[in-house]
């Protein structure tokens, strides 16, 4: 009688559709034990196995019937049959059980109650009249998927289990609380094929008693990993932008290690966009993800085409022997595409691609790789107007910090040769600019009481094989050579213990860490102004400066003895012997330094300078996390750029805040001053309503670049989401309502996708 279980998972309300990775292709002649087999432990007075314990006010025998009379009750190890009166052939093992007829199967937890019961208790075949009755929940908790721990209560006129499947005639099914359910799934006829699928046929969703939606069939598969092609169910929405919304796709379960999913959309205002996702598991070490999303625009109104297209490719393979092969592919057409179309502010808002691959070995303290990559930076939504910057193939041999012998001396080396390619609007270097890079490293440590002096020291020889002269490329090759040392004094760290207030726990120790770097490169000079820039390696100049840093921190420690780093305060600042570092500096332009990228991840050269801005960390860590990081710059006599963010959850209220503000010089950076806010009650599994708002504001321009509301009511069985959202970035300026019903331990339909929504 797993009659419920089965009947309950029929259907799969996923417009968003849940796929299970995929299985490994199967092994030759490997043989497993049955993963899905239920280990029982033995349940308290239960009958020994092949006892049949039986149970009533009177009991006659007619040969070969039993007659039970008053409080029958029958069990044995897997099974429990009560009624009020019960006749019983003990020659065929008929059972005829009427009035108040209960039964509990033991080993899957399903209940039902009935007026009348004709069942075989050898074969366990039978059928069973005005039925109603209860089954566990199979909870797949996954993320998005609502959850509840109700059993799926389900009705009928009757119902009867064959030898290989179950059928429920004229009822329904939900697992919300009765009499009064949220939802109910009623049909006339469920057929369940145990371990393989059940089927709802010329069925009915009602929410609330009401008529949802019909459908001819619905389709569930019962195995552990469920995987079967079929139709997705269509969605519907509006945009001010793109107009009405119609989609539906299709899921090809090609074989057990590789599946398709296509959906299209139409919109009425721009036209179709389609979304294809294959993917595939080669064996049991290699797999793939890959993507495509393109939308066929004809313009808003006549207006200009954002046609484009977005691919993404997610790749890996064990090669054996300790080799690893790994692959990412970003591939987008246009930065305007992705503004237009996108669903996320995020990734409308970034305005670069990444694409690697490569294949890697480590052992000990070694490693190499084979690497082939693209990058490409979009500097505005134009055609064309693009840095893209590609290795291909680069090889890197690299040597972790060793020690020599015993000696209290470590070597690592950097190392790589690659060909390099570099585009962009009114530049671009050959197809393939070779590039040859060494750099061996040597350091060792001193130490007197509790101060630490660590030097270490290094050469670089860069060759290129093309090389820069006025703004242009020539193809003669250049030798650029360096020579570092870096001594860092490690000083003593100043600490107290004080007695904490109750909240910060039972101590509270303070403790100062000071530090001085001091590093010097030389031998660069002029051969920076004639290095084509590909990645970090070439942003390496002369200098002598000296880093002075100081970290402050506050660690609590609790009654039960664990220590939290709750506040920390870090400053650095640099002072450079070398203002122009080699010659480096060209002033009146954006400067961009090894130097100044290890400090800050904001520009400040644009003229020779002997300090840097003061920079600045702030943190603390508690039920209320608070991140404060900002530049000072003593030579524009002000704050540079300020980013602070306050986060928290308290009971079922939750925040993030954040704030930017650039106001360098304009030559450095554009000016920027943006506000961002989440805000929210509840979470995507509370029972009761739910509240969430985010928010993007430009302060500087002085308009909601992006804000999300949604309303989300959750009952002990499903879910209902109602969002609201507006773009307005670029050319894009937008509304949209979204909504999603969730059934629990099911799944969810809709236009509002899991990764879009708040809860």
């Known amino acids: 009688m797993r009659l419920a279980v089965f009947v309950a998972l029929v259907f799969d309300l996923g417009a968003q559709v849940y796929r299970p990775p995929l299985p490994a292709p199967p092994p030759g002649s490997q043989v497993s034990p049955n993963p899905n087999q239920r280990i029982r432990t033995p349940r308290p007075n239960a009958p020994s196995p092949g006892d049949v314990l039986v149970e009533a006010v009177t009991q006659e025998v007619d040969g070969p019937w039993r007659h039970l009379r008053g409080n029958v009750h029958i069990e044995t190890t897997d099974f429990l049959l009560k009624a009020d009166e019960l006749d019983w052939n003990t020659d065929t093992d008929e059972v005829e059980a009427r009035g108040h007829v209960q039964f509990e199967r033991f080993a899957t937890g399903e209940k039902l109650t009935c007026d009348k019961a004709e069942y075989n208790l050898d074969d366990e075949t039978g059928k069973f009249y005005t039925v109603t009755g209860t089954s566990p929940a199979r909870i797949q908790a996954r993320p998005g998927l609502l959850t509840t721990q109700n059993p799926y209560y389900f009705q009928g006129k009757w119902a009867e289990r064959l030898k290989d499947h179950y059928i429920l005639h004229d009822g329904f099914l939900t697992d919300c609380i009765v009499p009064r359910p949220w939802w109910e799934l009623r049909g006339p006829e469920f057929v369940v094929v145990p371990g393989d699928h059940a089927i709802a046929r010329n069925s009915w969703f009602y929410l609330k008693r009401m008529p949802l939606f019909y459908t001819p069939l619905f389709y569930k598969s019962l195995k552990k990993e469920p995987r079967r092609s079929g139709l997705l169910i269509p969605n519907i929405g509006n945009s001010s932008t793109r107009g009405k919304m119609l989609g539906f796709g299709y899921y090809w379960a090609i074989n057990r290690s590789y599946d398709v999913m296509y959906r299209t959309q139409y919109f009425s205002a721009r036209g179709f966009a389609h979304h294809v996702e294959f993917r595939g598991k080669i064996n049991e070490r290699s797999d793939f993800d890959f993507l495509v999303f393109g939308v066929n625009d004809r313009g808003l109104n006549g207006g200009p085409s954002y046609s484009g297209a977005q691919m993404t490719l997610h790749a890996k393979s064990d090669l054996g022997h300790g080799w690893e092969a790994r692959g990412e592919l970003n591939y987008l057409t246009s930065l305007a595409f992705r503004q237009q179309f996108t669903e996320s502010f995020n990734e409308a808002v970034f305005s670069e691609t990444h ?291 306050v986060d928290g959850r ?73 969002q609201y959202r507006r773009f307005a970035i670029g050319p894009r300026n937008e509304n949209q309502f979204r909504i999603a019903f969730a059934v629990s331990n099911i799944g969810t339909f809709g236009t509002l996708k899991r990764q879009e929504r708040i809860f």
Request: hydrophobic share 35%; glycine share 8%.
């Open 355 to 645: 694409s690697v691959g490569f294949v890697t070995r480590h052992w000990s303290d070694f490693g190499v790789n084979f690497v082939a990559q693209r990058n490409v930076n979009f500097q505005s939504t134009n055609p064309n107007d693009e840095v893209a910057i590609r290795k291909l193939p680069e090889l890197q041999f690299i040597q972790r910090e060793h020690q020599v012998k015993d000696w209290p001396v470590w070597f690592s080396l950097d190392s790589s040769a690659g060909l390099e390619r570099r585009t962009q609007l009114l530049f671009q270097t050959r197809q393939f600019v070779e590039r040859v890079d060494f750099a061996p490293h040597v350091s060792t440590a001193f130490r007197w009481g509790d101060i630490e002096l660590i030097p270490s020291f290094g050469i670089r020889e860069t060759e290129y094989g093309s090389s820069l002269k006025e703004g242009g490329v020539v193809g003669s090759n250049i030798v650029r050579s360096s020579r570092d040392v870096t001594v860092d004094l490690v000083l003593p760290s100043l600490e107290r213990i004080f007695d904490a207030p109750a909240w910060m726990g039972q101590k509270v120790k303070h403790v100062i860490e000071p530090r001085v770097t001091y590093r010097f490169v030389t031998g660069i000079g002029e051969d920076f102004s004639r290095t084509i820039r590909f990645d970090e390696t070439d942003l390496l100049s002369n200098t002598n400066q000296i880093e002075f840093s100081l970290a402050n921190r506050l660690l609590a420690k609790d009654k039960n003895g664990t220590v939290t780093d709750l506040v920390t305060w870090q400053l650095w600042y640099d002072r450079y012997f070398d203002p122009t570092f080699g010659g480096a500096i060209v002033p009146g332009q954006r400067n961009v330094l090894q130097s100044a990228i290890d400090l800050t991840g904001y520009s400040f050269l644009d003229v020779p300078r002997n300090y840097s801005p003061i920079a600045s960390a702030f943190r603390i860590q508690s039920k209320v996390g608070l991140e404060w990081r900002t530049d000072y710059d003593l030579l524009r006599h002000g704050i540079t750029n300020s980013s602070v963010t």
């Open 650 to 722: 308290i009971d079922k209220y939750f925040w993030s805040v954040g704030h930017t503000d650039v106001r360098t010089s304009t030559v450095l950076a554009p000016s920027a001053n943006q506000f961002r806010g989440v805000i929210g009650y509840g979470n995507d599994n509370r029972r009761g309503w739910n509240y969430g708002f985010s928010a993007y504001y430009d302060y500087r321009k002085g308009f909601l670049q992006y804000s999300q509301t949604q309303v989300t009511y959750n009952t002990d069985c499903c879910g209902i989401s109602v």
